[in-house]
């Protein structure tokens, strides 16, 4: 089945630092990515949507110069959080739609912690 | 954004009896999708039923939707501990987005 690889699974960085997490599509094509963020015994917010080859869209309240988003090719995505704070700290996760596996398939996600 | 709430937050229950899960979603939908996650984890689909459908199966789940009402049911019979998870259900609206929402955290007590 289809399958996205997410990594790194966890990361600490330090206050003022940022980070990258690459979501790949391993064999389908993802046409759209979608990221979400998930703090501890919460459900999964929606933080924005991209679709390969243009700008993302951002959710209401998603700082989009923090939380950059690159879809430059149908398998790879990346979510960069810039400029990290302690509050930032979440559980983040992909997931991708595309062909020719058109429902969702997530990522395993990963863990951030800001130090 | 988060589409709408589920019910129990949750639910503690004895190995092998039902679990029963709601969940009430706002806006017009596609599909309406159910998934788990074990602490910490990934995203493992479940079940999606589409807003034509009224009922489906697959082995121990089953799903019910009931679009008038804007409201869902999972149910999980003859539960086991390995059930012990968060289950989230998630509705696809018309511009193809996922929401999901509040969870219910399921406990199976052996």
């Known amino acids: 089945g289809a399958v996205v690889s997410q990594h790194p699974s966890r990361v600490i960085c330090k206050s003022g630092t940022s980070v990258k997490i690459e979501c790949r599509s391993l064999d389908f094509q993802a046409t759209t990515m979608f990221w979400y963020r998930q703090f501890p015994k919460q459900s999964l917010m929606l933080m924005a949507t991209s679709n390969e080859g243009s700008k993302a869209t951002y959710e209401q309240g998603v700082e989009k110069d923090k939380f950059l988003i690159n879809h430059a090719s149908l398998t790879l995505s990346t979510l960069t959080v810039t400029s990290a704070h302690p509050e930032d700290s979440s559980f983040y996760i992909c997931?991708?739609?595309?062909?020719?596996?058109?429902?969702?398939?997530f990522g395993s996600g990963t863990r951030l912690t800001v130090v | 954004s988060q589409q709408g709430e589920e019910d129990p937050q949750a639910l503690s229950i004895q190995e092998g009896e039902n679990a029963t899960m709601n969940c009430s979603y706002k806006?017009?939908?596609?599909?309406l999708q159910w998934y788990r996650q074990n602490s910490g984890r990934g995203l493992v689909h479940l079940i999606l039923?589409?807003?034509?459908?009224r009922e489906k199966h697959s082995g121990r789940l089953r799903v019910t939707l009931d679009t008038s009402k804007k409201s869902s049911s999972l149910l999980i019979t003859a539960s086991r501990a390995a059930d012990t998870a968060s289950y989230f259900c998630?509705?696809?609206?018309?511009?193809?987005?996922?929401?999901f929402g509040s969870g219910t955290r399921l406990l199976v007590r052996p």
């Open positions: 997931s991708a739609s595309g062909f020719p596996n058109y429902g969702y398939t």
């Open positions: 039923i589409r807003s034509n459908e």
């Open positions: 806006t017009s939908i596609n599909n």
């Open positions: 998630a509705t696809e609206d018309s511009s193809y987005k996922l929401i």
